[in-house]
T-cell receptor
Framework: DAGVIQSPRHEVTEMGQEVTLRCKPI?????LFWYRQTMMRGLELLIYFNNNVPIDDSGMPEDRFSAKMPNASFSTLKIQPSEPRDSAVYFC?????????????FGPGTRLLVL | QQPVQSPQAVILREGEDAVINCSSSKALYSVHWYRQKHGEAPVFLMI?????EQKGHDKISASFNEKKQQSSLYLTASQLSYSGTYFC?????????FGTGTSLTVIP
């Protein structure tokens, strides 16, 4: 299997622009997670889905962030408008069956820089 | 809610042992351990599902004390490849949190 795929791998944008990050989970995995990692805050769970339905979005920092999963093989994380403090590495991960209780397989991450 | 790890950083010589601790303020269902190398994504090491459970993989093992809401990761006879940042992940209900991280550097 190809593993979790994320795109783009790097994104540089200016403050106020819309940013869309994309993720393709491992085929057959029922759960998809979005994380943000910064030096200051470490790894933070933003939101996770089960069978395309958002289960816990308590980690989404504010209304500027939104995530969707229109089907089992694709998810997006959108930031609109972007701000410099959104600069971070964004990881997508997927797992089977038990969701947070199971092994999570991480994608390579998207490095976002907002100027 | 974020589990606290200790120590924050440790430097070892090749062949030495290390222990990384993870402590939560919430009752835990399970504990995960991940390792992340610089510039890469976290990689799964092991899950401990029951209180008192101990697991091992090669020279890396872990224990889970459900009553104390703590887990420890044991690295024995460390190798250069063990260098990286180690994260515990705790599951409480349907909530998952990564720990604060422990940076481990193994030098020759």
């Amino acid at each position: 299997d190809a593993g979790v795929i994320q795109s783009p791998r790097h994104e540089v944008t200016e403050m106020g622009q819309e940013v869309t990050l994309r993720c393709k989970p491992i085929s057959g995995h029922d759960y998809l997670f979005w994380y943000r990692q910064t030096m200051m805050r470490g790894l933070e769970l933003l939101i996770y889905f089960n069978n395309n339905v958002p289960i816990d979005d308590s980690g989404m920092p504010e209304d500027r962030f939104s995530a969707k999963m229109p089907n089992a093989s694709f998810s997006t994380l959108k930031i609109q408008p972007s701000e410099p403090r959104d600069s971070a590495v964004y990881f997508c991960a997927s797992s089977q069956l038990g969701g947070p209780k199971e092994t999570q397989y991480f994608g390579p991450g998207t490095r976002l820089l907002v100027l | 809610q974020q589990p606290v790890q200790s120590p924050q950083a440790v430097i070892l010589r090749e062949g030495e042992d290390a222990v990384i601790n993870c402590s939560s303020s919430k009752a835990l269902y399970s504990v995960h351990w991940y390792r992340q190398k610089h510039g890469e994504a976290p990689v799964f090491l092991m899950i401990l599902l029951k209180g008192g459970e101990q697991k091992g993989h090669d020279k890396i093992s872990a224990s889970f004390n459900e009553k104390k809401q703590q887990s420890s990761l044991y690295l024995t006879a460390s190798q250069l490849s063990y260098s990286g940042t180690y994260f515990c992940g705790t599951v409480s209900g349907n909530q998952f949190y990564f720990g604060t991280g422990t940076s481990l550097t193994v030098i020759p």
